[in-house]
């Protein structure tokens, strides 16, 4: 029993008790007495009535609002649900990406620790590079790894024919100076003057060994080599800031290239090959023509002797034609002569 009923039954007592007090006070005669039961009955039967009402009001209401709570707490808990489920997922994927973060730090940390080292830094040079060149030309065309007779190794040959003979290339590259000219603060003019004279210093030498141990080794090398980069940064760093390095490159035959610059040389070189290969097939063609002619000389020879052997041939064909036509002649003329007589007829079997 809620609340509001207990009211109600307490105000229906409060009026029995008030009904009851009055009857008392005026101690009326046994039919008035008599009256007020009767209408206290009715009453007391009319707050009942209006208390189940009430009480039966109070249910339905109790039970919408209970079905009610109940829907809304059926979708709030799918609503949870969905959202728990995406959450899940949604963590699930963070977890991979975090996983794949890692993995990406673990590589950035591998290439810091590849390109501050010298000749891990070498070899990955000579990694892209040797992606570079096998893409792009055929195993012929190349080599790796080539000692020449001076004892120095060459990182790669290009096998270009003479002129202008095989080109040494270079993988490696002074990276520790350019790392330290990126690091400088801004502002920094002194440190930055310093980083940057270090950095020509750096990549001066770099030249000049190249130039000293790759360029024009008799017999094994062409008049120039090639210097590779396997960084565009610190190729367009050259290219903007330090111009007198690359003129100095080209005065040492030191042609710098990036990996983008190195398939433009390698297509050029492989265009080189073509032609050169096409030169060769196109004396082989001249030979194979030059026979084709003798060929066709020789026919014209032998069908030469073929026509004059037709002459004869007409020739005596005319000469047995005449003698046919003779021989015709002389036949008929026996034929027309009279002899007096009639021929015998031969008898009859």
Not at 317 to 331: F, N
Request: net charge neutral; charged share 25%.
């Amino acid at each position: 029993m809620d609340t509001l009923t207990i009211v109600l039954l307490a105000a229906v007592a409060l009026l029995v008790l008030l009904l009851v007090v009055i009857l008392l006070r005026q101690g009326g005669s046994s039919r008035e007495a008599e009256q007020m039961r009767h209408q206290l009955g009715l009453a007391l039967s009319q707050q009942a009535e209006t208390v189940q009402r009430v009480e039966r009001s109070l249910r339905e209401q109790e039970q919408a609002l209970s079905k009610v709570v109940h829907e809304r707490l059926d979708r709030t808990e799918k609503a949870t649900g969905q959202i728990v489920t995406d959450l899940r997922e949604r963590l699930v994927r963070i977890d991979e990406a975090q996983k794949k973060i890692g993995e990406l730090s673990t590589q950035v940390v591998s290439l810091q620790e590849v390109l501050s080292n010298k000749q891990a830094r070498g070899a990955f040079g000579e990694v892209q590079l040797n992606d570079l060149v096998s893409s792009a030309l055929p195993p012929s065309a190349y080599a790796f790894q080539v000692t020449l007779s001076s004892g120095v190794r060459a990182d790669c040959l290009l096998k270009l024919p003479h002129p202008p003979g095989p080109i040494a290339v270079d993988a490696k590259f002074p990276l520790e100076s350019y790392r330290a000219l990126r690091a400088v603060a801004p502002g920094d003019t002194a440190a930055l003057q310093a980083a940057q004279r270090a950095f020509q210093q750096a990549i001066r030498k770099h030249i000049g060994d190249i130039c000293e141990k790759y360029v024009g080794v008799p017999g094994e090398t062409a008049e120039s080599a090639l210097m590779f980069l396997p960084s565009e940064a610190v190729y367009a760093e050259l290219h903007a800031n330090f111009t007198a390095l690359v003129e100095e490159s080209y005065k040492a035959r030191v042609w710098i290239v990036s990996p983008t610059t190195m398939m433009a040389t390698l297509n050029t070189v492989r265009a080189v090959l073509k032609d050169v290969r096409m030169r060769e097939q196109a004396g082989e063609i001249q030979k194979t023509v030059g026979l084709l002619l003798d060929d066709v000389k020789r026919l014209d020879e032998r069908v030469d002797k073929l026509k004059s052997h037709f002459a004869m041939t007409e020739k005596d064909l005319r000469d047995v034609d005449i003698s046919a036509d003779r021989i015709t002649k002389r036949g008929q003329r026996i034929l027309d002569v009279d002899l007096g007589e009639e021929p015998t007829a031969l008898p009859k079997p």
